[in-house]
């Protein structure tokens, strides 16, 4: 009679143990690199369940107390990996490092965060900033061997709570790297890791890296995942999935050849001569845009911020930073910014030269300018389509330098564009005003550094709002219809929610399914064992 239960309780057993993922520590594995050249990694695609995670471990490494490693019970770190943040506790929210949170990101909770399988990992914080991440040590590699190290990730950042849950306010609110310690330390500020450029990534996946090192004597490396949340934003999250590590060339033995010799200096706001257009008078650095260029390697390069670039070059960088090969960026100005100074009054016309009927000479208008239209930006995208998209009326534009306003202008819909000129060099703002029941849909103030001779051009769009159309208003459609956008608006609002609800109906299917098969399994092996027993 006793073997009846024990039967039971080892098929039991063996359908328990083959549902559950093994577990994989984040400690060095032995990892020898396939025939395409890959590093096994563990559980790279975060797809293990982290409920066989049992510590919760996380390395801290603290501005205050070092670096020490502890658990945090709402931090389930994945499976083959170890969590990793900086600590640096402060009043001010937007000046300190707190600690992440670390969860699972389901395919069936939002598909838009998962780029393969059925999961990816989240890191975030909630009205906080974080410098935060993942790393894991492999071993078992050839010491000299270059590898490669990269991931998928996108951000979501915003400070409110959007109903389709994507990004809001600064594009760059998140920054992305990948990198590699050679020597295998797992101190993520460590000067021996090697790190990618800054990488953005708001609500789509994009490749994070790669990185490149050697591996060090040892044969151990450490990869890292790493997000940084600039500001206290209420969401604050990083989703990564898919990482790789392969062997990028051969290794070479090394040889004892002299290094070459630094180059001579050569003067020039960059160690590497550069390309660049004719000396302005202003004396700022400009750069011409090369092939291969990003707005990011050229920050790099000149050792300034992106920001400073984007702001120097207001209207002239498009959307998602795109910039064109013979573009020229204002990478910099003079230490000292020529001031602003009132043009030269007209020369007072001379009686006796008038008497005798002779015509005083005019002078050609010198300085700068700045051009100005506004259009109605019927798709949201910040780009006009002139056969589409109409110039809108009465948009207030000013433009003001360090001295106040320089000159106002209010459009009508049908001269535009119009150019402020004879501007004196120097730093302006231009500043636009929407017309009553439009809202602008890119920065409605834009900075600019003019030379002498210098135009720069601006076209800014507006959408109209929700209280643009009243219900008594009459439309294109009929009189208080609502317009066509958002009639096809609601209509894609109503198709994502059907097709959220499939998705989440197929997923719930699968799984009954699964467990019926299960089920229908363990009746056929009693009901054979109850025949045998009887027989």
């Not at 006796?352 to 005083?360: F, I, K, L």
């Not at 009465?394 to 009508?412: C, K, L, M, P, R």
């Not at 003019?450 to 009459?474: I, M, N, P, W, Y």
Request: with cysteine; glycine share 8%.
């Amino acid at each position: 009679m006793t073997r009846k239960p024990i039967a039971v309780a080892v098929l039991l057993m063996m359908t328990l143990l083959g549902m559950m993922p093994v577990l994989s520590l984040a400690g060095p594995s032995a990892s020898r690199p396939g025939q395409d050249g890959t590093v096994p990694l563990s559980n790279a695609d975060f797809e293990a369940d982290w409920s066989v995670e049992s510590s919760n471990r996380v390395l801290i490494l603290s501005d205050e107390d070092g670096v020490y490693e502890t658990v945090r019970g709402n931090i389930f770190t994945p499976p083959g990996w170890v969590t990793w943040f900086r600590h640096k506790p402060r009043d001010d929210a937007s000046k300190g490092w707190d600690q992440p949170e670390v969860t699972d990101a389901w395919m069936h909770q939002d598909a838009r965060r998962v780029r393969s399988g059925k999961k990816a990992i989240k890191l975030f914080t909630f009205w906080r900033r974080h410098d935060a991440g993942f790393f894991q040590t492999v071993g078992g590699l050839e010491p000299g061997q270059t590898v490669q190290f990269s991931a998928y990730a996108q951000a979501w950042t915003c400070d409110e709570d959007p109903k389709d849950a994507t990004s809001c306010g600064d594009p760059q609110a998140m920054i992305f790297q990948v990198g590699i310690d050679p020597q295998g330390g797992t101190n993520a500020f460590s000067g021996s890791v090697v790190w990618s450029p800054h990488q953005f990534s708001p609500d789509v996946h994009s490749l994070i890296g790669p990185v490149t090192a050697q591996v060090g004597p040892g044969g151990t490396v450490t990869v890292f995942l790493r997000s940084t949340a600039k500001f206290p934003y209420k969401h604050m999250d990083a989703y990564w999935d898919g990482a790789s590590l392969v062997v990028a060339a051969p290794s070479e033995t090394p040889t004892n050849t002299p290094e070459p010799l630094p180059p001579t200096p050569t003067p020039g706001p960059s160690p590497t001569p550069l390309p660049t257009a004719t000396p302005r008078p202003d004396g700022a650095t400009v750069h011409v845009v090369q092939s291969g260029d990003t707005l990011f390697g050229i920050a790099l390069r000149y050792d300034v911020s992106a920001d400073q670039i984007r702001q120097l070059n207001a209207g002239s960088i498009g959307a998602d930073n795109l910039i064109r090969i013979g573009q020229e960026l204002v990478i910099s100005l003079p230490s000292e910014a020529p001031t602003a100074t009132p043009l030269p009054q007209p020369p007072t016309p001379d009686p006796e030269t008038e008497s005798a009927g002779e015509a005083a000479p005019t002078e050609e208008p010198s300085g700068a300018s700045i051009c100005v239209l506004a259009f109605h930006d019927r798709n949201g995208d910040t780009v006009r389509d002139p056969e589409k998209e109409e110039l809108l009326p009465n948009v207030e534009f000013t433009v003001a330098n360090a001295s106040g306003v320089v000159s106002e202008y209010v459009t009508d819909g049908v001269s535009e564009p119009y150019c402020f000129t004879a501007l004196a060099p120097g730093p302006y703002r231009v500043i636009e005003q929407s017309p009553a029941g439009y809202t602008p849909t890119g920065l409605p103030e834009q900075n600019v550094a003019l030379a002498e001779g210098t135009s720069f051009d601006f076209q800014f769009g507006s959408a109209r709002t929700d209280a643009g159309v009243s219900s008594g208003e009459t439309t294109e459609e009929g009189e208080g219809a609502p317009s066509s956008e958002a009639v096809t608006a609601d209509e894609d609002n109503e198709e994502n929610e059907r097709s959220l609800f499939s998705r989440i109906l197929v997923n719930v299917a699968r799984v009954a399914g699964i467990l019926v098969l299960i089920l229908a399994g363990a009746i056929a092996v009693l009901f054979v064992l109850t025949r045998r027993r009887r027989y």
